[in-house]
T-cell receptor, first 113, second 116 residues
Framework: GQQVMQIPQYQHVQEGEDFTTYCNSS?????IQWYKQRPGGHPVFLIQ?????EVKKQKRLTFQFGEAKKNSSLHITATQTTDVGTYFC?????????????FGSGTRLQVQP | DGGITQSPKYLFRKEGQNVTLSCEQN?????MYWYRQDPGQGLRLIYY???????QKGDIAEGYSVSREKKESFPLTVTSAQKNPTAFYLC???????????????FGAGTRLSVL
């Protein structure tokens, strides 16, 4: 079945440093979504990418979808303490038509003030 | 106030006991999902339902059961067959309709289940 892997599992940065998390799928994705889960909270939708090579920005966050639609990345410029949390990617599977997302294992971001 | 309500927030299960987690949504969404999250891990899909009176097994359905008798409700029963039920359980919904937004997930606040 489809597998979605995320690296790194954990990253600790100083406030103001940049951060990137990578997501790789074993199958071609119809779309990729990113979610953020604050400590003790529930995942909250950030963005969806649909097109091959798509790049979207939300303030300091930049999201990319690979040309082959099998990988994605989230880059945060100049991290702030409010960025603390776990970031998940979730992919829709184009090959099998499974009508549910597969979530990556997440990257936990810690920001040192 | 639209959203997804999960109850209870905390639940304790005795050995050999079945427990049911509630999930209600007033977003008029067709699709609903149950996920399990273990400490430091991602979300694993237990069951999902695209429409009333229909549901499909996810990746870790063994030891769980669901029903979808109403559009608004998708309760999850953790049966005694689930030998390691301690986890954070998240319910989500999406429109399920055609179009790009169809599977954007809206999550409830979750239920933490522990075994006594």
């Amino acid at each position: 079945g489809q597998q979605v892997m995320q690296i790194p599992q954990y990253q600790h940065v100083q406030e103001g440093e940049d951060f990137t998390t990578y997501c790789n799928s074993s199958t071609t994705l119809s779309n990729i979504q990113w979610y953020k889960q604050r400590p003790g909270g529930h995942p909250v939708f950030l963005i969806q990418l649909v097109k091959s090579g798509e790049v979207k920005k939300q303030k300091r966050l930049t999201f990319q979808f690979g040309e082959a639609k099998k990988n994605s990345s989230l880059h945060i410029t100049a991290t702030q303490t409010t960025d603390v949390g776990t970031y998940f990617c979730a992919g829709g599977d184009m090959d099998t038509g499974r009508r549910a997302l597969t979530f990556g294992s997440g990257t936990r971001l810690q920001v040192q003030p | 106030d639209g959203g997804i309500t999960q109850s209870p927030k905390y639940l304790f299960r005795k050995e050999g006991q079945n427990v049911t987690l509630s999930c209600e949504q007033n977003l008029n969404h067709d699709a609903m999902y149950w996920y399990r999250q273990d400490p430091g891990q991602g979300l694993r899909l237990i069951y999902y339902s695209q429409i009333v009176n229909d549901f499909q097994k996810g990746d870790i359905a063994e030891g769980y059961s669901v029903s979808r008798e109403k559009k608004e409700s998708f309760p999850l029963t953790v049966t005694s067959a689930q030998k390691n039920p301690t986890a954070f359980y998240l319910c989500a919904s999406s429109t399920g309709a055609q179009g790009q937004a169809k599977n954007i997930q809206y999550f409830g606040a979750g239920t933490r289940l522990s075994v006594l």
